[in-house]
């Protein structure tokens, strides 16, 4: 059926970027959009979202963190969040401090920056912001 087959090709391509970077040092990082974001809501509300649920909420905050870095038009960010409201019924709770600070603890992080695997217009791109960076982002 459909499903299966989307879950097949996804593991396909996951088995791809693991194979061509074992350790998560370049392509894989790629695998990570929506995550950043994802794991500090999933940490903040003691694993109470769905890992589901939130990286689509980590796609629309990540998403809108692209739009605003200006890696991404308007007609991109759109088309991303319509994708998301398609598949996901829910109030896209606040990125407040707490959940900020989560982010920064992430395991991806380095040098005092953020990282994050942002949508580019074709395709992601991994990028690292400093805390007050990204607050002007958001």
């Known amino acids: 059926d459909a499903l299966n087959e989307v879950i097949y090709r996804s593991v396909k391509i996951k088995a791809r970027f693991v194979e061509l970077d ?3 040092k370049k392509e894989r990082k790629l695998l990570n959009l929506g995550h950043t974001v994802a794991h500090a809501f999933e940490k ?3 694993y109470e979202i769905d890992h589901s649920l939130a990286v689509a909420f980590g796609l629309i905050y990540e998403t ?3 739009f605003n870095a200006g890696y991404i038009s308007a007609e991109r960010r759109d088309e991303i ?3 998301c409201s398609k598949f996901f019924n829910f109030k896209i709770p606040v990125l407040n401090d707490e959940i900020i600070n989560l982010m920064s603890k992430d ?3 380095y040098q005092d920056k953020l990282v994050f695997s942002l949508p580019m217009e074709s395709g992601a791109d991994v990028k690292a912001f400093t805390r007050d960076q990204l607050i ?3």
């Open 81 to 83: 969040l319509t994708l």
């Open 136 to 138: 002007k982002l958001l």
């Open 64 to 66: 809108k963190i692209s």
């Open 107 to 109: 395991k991806k992080n």
């Open 44 to 46: 903040y509300s003691k």
């Open 22 to 24: 074992e350790f998560d």
